[in-house]
């Protein structure tokens, strides 16, 4: 049990297109989940916290009109990158943690290589 | 959120024991200590949890002192595909809170 999927697993795009990435959690109800972009051989940095029915939380720095987020239901968040660019290049991970779960345990989605030329 | 410090890397012969040891000084009373692995191109993995002294299951032990400022990932006989990034994060019990990845340690498992 648990399981978070993504899709896509990865994409090319131009730039200045529009990329929407989606997190679901399979098997059980998500009211937190996470985004999280990591760079080549560094750590993962979180961008942002997705809450269902409310607004995402932002971290410092992370632009909120160029990630768009939306948290629709208990089981999908989707990650949308407006206008990307080459810089935006880079492996999305979603996760999510279990409503019915005591304890801290995020469940993190394969991730998402996006690529934008 | 309490800040955590890892060695870097680390590189082991197949077969052997490995621990690695993650300082967080700062840990709150509610803190939960929690490792994961990743692999590359690959979301992280969750291995183990744990509040105080010791927790154990199929792939690893989880040590930690009274004072909790610290915690030890102990790997037992470790193999070539156990090559990965390992990461200590201290977090809120309660599910919701969000947590801060340090670097992590690499480990290379040596044939």
């Known amino acids: 049990g648990a399981v978070v999927s993504q899709h896509p697993s990865w994409v090319i795009c131009k730039s200045g297109t529009s990329v929407k990435i989606e997190c679901r959690s399979l098997d059980f109800q998500a009211t937190t989940m996470f985004w999280y972009r990591q760079f080549p051989k560094q750590s993962l940095m979180l961008m942002a916290t997705?809450?269902?029915?409310?607004?995402?939380?932002?971290e410092q720095g992370v632009e909120k009109d160029k990630f768009l987020i939306n948290h629709a239901s208990l089981t999908l968040s989707t990650l949308t990158v407006t206008s990307a660019h080459p810089e935006d290049s880079s492996f999305y991970i979603c996760s999510a943690t279990n409503t019915g779960r005591s304890y801290n345990e995020q469940f993190f989605g394969p991730g998402t290589r996006l690529t934008v030329l | 959120l309490a800040k955590t410090t890892q060695p870097i890397s680390m590189d082991s012969y197949e077969g052997q024991e490995v621990n690695i040891t993650c300082s967080h000084n700062n840990i709150a009373t509610n803190d939960y200590i929690t490792w994961y692995q990743q692999f590359p191109s690959q979301g992280p993995r969750f291995i183990i949890q744990?509040?105080?002294t010791k927790v154990t299951n199929e792939v690893a032990s989880l040590f930690i002192p009274a004072d909790r400022k610290s915690s030890t990932l102990s790997l037992p006989r470790v193999s070539l595909s156990d090559t990965a990034v390992y990461y200590c994060l201290v977090g809120d019990g309660g599910g919701y809170q969000k947590v801060t990845f340090g670097i992590g340690t690499k480990l290379q498992v040596i044939p």
């Open positions: 997705s809450n269902e029915g409310s607004k995402a939380t932002y």
């Open positions: 744990g509040y105080k």
